[in-house]
């Protein structure tokens, strides 16, 4: 349809954050939901957000849409996509962002399409807005899609509301919606969460296939560490608003260097013997209106030392592609799980 | 897109419920429903012909229904070709109860349909602002929520005086607040859910959510709760008439008729009743037919 959704070759990054943080102020507290975030991701490549409930994967991609609630939200930092400063863009330029550069998959498809009109509707619907598209050629553009993310019978679904759908079909046309402008950025929030095991793969798949069609970059949040693996090209380990290890995929999950996500490696299940207790990381994540000072990760860390109360662990490189802020890296004794 | 290159993945097995051939329209299965639904059916059927009846009265009714007479006062069904006999003043029932259905289905219909404007614009607003607005709305209606409905209508229509017109504006001021909250109710969940987020991350409007998505999740809950309050509209009206608030004599209407007629309730009681009956018939044929659309309505879930 248009080159721009071929991916470049290796030049500018489609996204870059710096220093991202996020803060929802209400009367009782402040939250502290993300704090101090930096990474960039290359046209048509997948970023892996791995982290558990809370730990800010969600509201990182909420904030680089900015549709989280203006008043309560106080968003500092800078968001770059494809050359353009979200955070300052005027409520005309960030509609035209939104759904056209950039376009978001969410976690439960039931409830993220509308109940009252037919699947093929909504999808038209965005489509006359952003590409001013006439109705029969948007439909027809409509059924392209439902045709490329394989979707069976697509004529009959266009006409189907979302209730009528099984949820595999019902994320499809999701994506379906979400791939409908071309987008060269795609937001994917937990999008196979809500499915079946059988079906999330399907869907893994089709959106990994996608992605390398179409050329998009991809950020795909997740707190499952087998999606995570089966999709990315990088991975960010997100704990407590703050990244904590980035790097390739193999890498990460061939050598873990923090702590945390050698706790989370450990945790999952994979061919241990029946009887064998699963490895849990002990403790559970810092309130987030209470930070405690130093590493965030301190209180439930096995390895941890005086040194972590004090400050938050600087960024080391243990190779040129890969981060992790812990105080023990490049020392010799490893996390003992 | 350019292509739909060739893929590994096969589809074609996944779990698929929906029936093959089904390509009506949401409206469409509605109507389907509502047709197969018999008591829905006969009940809508007379409210149709009360409603056509209000409307061709002046074809339909056999007797002028001022002209009174002396000697004909209270006389039984059929007495001089009169089918339902003549009430207090010498003037034929039939027709003066069909003429009352006009003054009962507008003050039954009128005030529903103000509120629901009124009380849906705002109860909108209120749900999809959220915060002071919200507050400064659903505050304000509950002031009214405060009386008993009856006690608010007569208290509102007392103060403006009598007469058709006040009758329907106190009418539409005590169901305002109902209406209000229901979709004030209805917006509030709606505007939580997902897609209300996922519309602005397609770039939507605030004001093509708000038309587009909010509104087509509330009209159906606040539409069902209207159609319910229109029989209670009535008996309302009916007991404004009733106690002189409402339509003034010597217009026919079912309540007054009620009024008038209930001196005479010793010497003819079948004649007294018979307002009584068709305010009982009409609403509650209003009710079944709500009812029935409701649960038409409900295909989802």
């Known amino acids: ?126 489509l006359r807005k952003h590409r ?66 059988t079906v999330q793969i399907q869907v893994l798949i089709l959106l990994r296939r996608l992605q390398r069609e179409l050329g998009m970059g991809t950020i795909f949040v997740t707190h499952d560490l087998g999606v995570a693996s089966e999709i990315a090209d990088r991975i960010a380990v997100m704990y407590a608003g703050r990244i904590v290890e980035e ?21 999952t299940v994979h061919g241990q013997h029946r009887d064998a207790d699963i490895q849990a990381i002990p403790g559970s994540p810092p309130d987030l209106r209470r930070m405690p000072a130093g590493c965030s990760f301190g209180p439930r860390c096995p390895t941890s030392q005086p040194r972590c109360r004090e400050a938050f662990p600087p960024i080391s490189h243990p190779s040129a592609d890969r981060m992790v802020r812990c105080f023990r890296e490049g020392e010799e004794a490893k996390a003992s799980f | 897109m350019t292509q739909a290159v060739a893929t590994s993945i096969d589809t074609s097995w996944e779990a698929d419920p929906a029936p093959a051939a089904k390509t009506r329209t949401y409206w469409q299965s509605v109507l389907i429903r509502i047709f197969r639904d018999k008591a829905t059916l006969i009940f809508g059927t007379v409210v149709l012909a ?11 009714a056999p007797f002028d229904p001022y002209k009174e007479s002396i000697i004909g006062r209270l006389k039984p069904f059929g007495w001089r070709g009169h089918p339902l006999g003549t009430d207090e003043l010498g003037r034929d029932m039939l027709s003066r109860l069909i003429y009352g259905a ?11 349909l103000v509120a629901t404007l009124v009380g849906g614009t705002l109860g909108v607003i209120g749900g999809f602002a959220g915060k002071r607005v919200n507050t400064a709305i659903m505050r304000t209606m509950d002031v009214f929520y405060a009386f008993p409905s009856v006690l608010l209508a007569v208290a509102i229509s007392g103060a403006m005086g009598g007469g058709m017109m006040n009758g329907m504006i106190a009418l539409s001021m ?7 909250r229901i979709a004030e109710t209805a917006t509030a969940q709606v505007r939580s859910l997902d897609f209300i987020e996922a519309a602005r991350a397609t770039g939507a409007r605030p004001l093509t959510i708000i038309r587009h998505h909010v509104l087509g999740n509330v009209l159906g809950p606040v539409f069902i709760y209207a159609s319910s309050l229109v029989s ?37 009681p079948i004649i007294c009743a018979m307002p009584g009956a068709a305010i009982f018939v009409t609403s509650i044929c209003f009710n079944l037919v709500s009812d029935g659309i409701r649960s038409a309505m409900d295909v989802r879930q």
């Open chain 2, 50 to 60: 009360i409603v056509l009846l209000a409307i061709f009265a002046p074809l339909i």
């Open chain 2, 102 to 112: 006009r003054s009962s289905l507008l003050m039954g219909m009128v005030p529903v």
């Open chain 1, 247 to 267: 790097g390739p995929v193999a890498d990460i999950l061939a050598n873990p260097r923090h702590p945390y996500t050698q706790g989370l490696m450990a945790s």
């Open chain 2, 174 to 180: 005590v169901f305002t607040p109902a209406l209000c």
């Open chain 2, 232 to 268: 209670v509209s009535i008996l309302l009206a009916s007991g404004l008439s009733f106690l002189g608030l409402g339509v003034k004599p010597p217009e026919p209407d079912w309540g007054l008729m009620l009024s008038t007629l209930r001196q005479s309730l010793y010497v003819n």
């Open chain 1, 1 to 126: 349809m248009d080159g721009t959704l071929m991916p470049q070759a290796d030049i500018a990054p489609l996204v870059e954050i710096e220093d991202l943080t996020v803060r929802f102020t209400s009367r009782e507290a402040t939250v502290s939901a993300v704090n101090g975030v930096s990474f960039s991701v290359k046209p048509g490549e997948v970023l892996c957000i791995l982290g558990e409930s809370g730990s800010g994967k969600s509201v990182t991609l909420r904030a680089m849409m900015r549709l989280l609630p203006e008043k309560r939200t106080t968003i500092t930092g800078r968001i770059t996509i494809a050359g353009q400063d979200v955070l300052g863009l005027n409520a005309r330029d960030l509609r035209a962002l939104r759904g056209g550069l950039v376009s978001m998959i969410f976690q439960e498809p039931m409830t993220a399409l509308d109940p009252v009109y037919t699947v093929g509707e909504q999808i038209i619907e965005t």
């Open chain 1, 132 to 197: 001013n598209m006439s109705r029969e050629g948007a439909r027809a553009r409509a059924l392209d899609l439902f045709e490329l993310v394989k979707i069976p019978s697509p004529e009959r679904r266009l006409d189907s509301y979302p209730h009528e759908l099984s949820g595999g079909l019902r994320q499809r046309a999701m994506i379906a919606m979400a791939l409908s402008c071309g987008p060269r950025l795609l937001l994917a929030d937990e999008p196979t969460t809500a499915l079946d095991a």
